[in-house]
């Protein structure tokens, strides 16, 4: 990612952010902000953009989401990769069709990299198939760890900020090196605004969030997460899809590798690392305001801070 030259102003149009770790109530504030300020959803969550991944994802069913209009669910098959640039040129369009029709877009999810990439004057460079593939079968033949180590020399900053066991990430910091001849993380300076925006965020007690997920899991593998996984056609070959949190153990479960009980469990570790990986992602950004997602006045503390 880079910065490129000037993008069509969009500042004095209000977007009202809602974003947070798993878990922690985003979209039942995000359909109350909704009604109460005649709002619209842009979803920032970049596993529900999957058709078909709903169980997993949590995404809201038609009846959940209470007549409120929902943008950018199931835009993808699971057999396509990740696309940030691709999802910030849907994500402008529909929040600049909900603003040119006198409505509030309200950018909901816990993806930070999407949701900062629609916020700021985000240019991303370009990919090389060659130079992907090559590095694809290294990883696929070497395996994570030399890949991170050749990163942590080539740009130490970057290499810190990827877990040792993302090979997806690790091989696009390294392309984009390869390609731009810069470090990965030369491409997130400070940023530019596009839109005007009110950022909310909502977070729980550590403990509390915990239980939740643990929870969210459950409830997960009994409303069939497993058979939806099992129906998706492609999913295996779903560079970023086969690789999400549930989907990955599930499949892992169908193939026999864990027990149902060890797929739960590896399900709710795995969670509880991303909504850590969330909170230091959101917390470094000084313009959000944070809300207890417990809290009784949840709806109208957010009311007062997007008004």
């Known amino acids: 990612m880079s910065y490129g030259g000037p993008v069509p102003s969009r500042a004095g149009h209000r977007v009202v952010t809602v974003v947070g770790p798993t878990a922690a109530g985003k979209s039942a504030l995000s359909i109350a902000l909704a009604h109460e300020l005649g709002g619209e959803v842009v979803n920032a969550d970049s596993m529900q953009l999957y058709r078909g991944m709903d169980i997993g994802t949590a995404k809201l069913s038609v009846a959940e989401r209470e007549g409120v209009p929902h943008h950018l669910l199931d835009i993808w098959d699971v057999t396509e990769p990740a696309a940030v640039a691709e999802y910030q040129r849907l994500a402008r369009a529909a929040i600049d069709d909900i603003l040119g029709r006198g409505r509030v877009p309200l950018l909901v999810g816990g993806s930070g990299l999407y949701v ?28 994570t760890a030399p890949l991170h180590a050749e990163l942590s020399v080539k740009d130490p900053v970057a290499a810190t900020k990827i877990l040792p066991s993302n090979g997806r990430r690790i091989v696009r910091a390294l392309e ?20 005007d925006a009110v950022q909310i965020g909502v977070d729980r007690d550590t403990a509390e969030l915990d239980e939740r997920i643990a929870l969210r899991v459950d409830l997960m593998w009994a409303a069939g997460l497993v058979d939806e996984v099992r129906g998706l056609t492609g999913i295996r070959d779903g560079r970023t899809a086969s690789r999400a949190l549930g989907y990955q153990q599930a499949l892992a479960q169908i193939d026999g590798v864990l027990t149902e009980a060890e797929a739960k469990d590896d399900t709710v570790r795995g969670t509880r690392r991303f909504v850590r990986r969330q909170r230091s992602w959101f917390r470094r950004d000084p313009a959000v305001t944070w809300l207890d997602g417990a809290a009784p006045t949840l709806v109208a503390d957010a009311l007062a801070a997007a008004r």
């Open 176 to 195: 984009v090196i390869e390609l731009t001849g810069k470090p990965f993380t030369a491409a997130l300076p400070d940023p530019v605004p596009v839109y």
């Open 116 to 143: 900062r990439a629609v916020l700021e004057d985000f240019a991303f460079p370009g990919t090389s198939p060659e130079i992907r593939s090559r590095l694809e079968e290294r990883l696929a033949a070497e395996g």
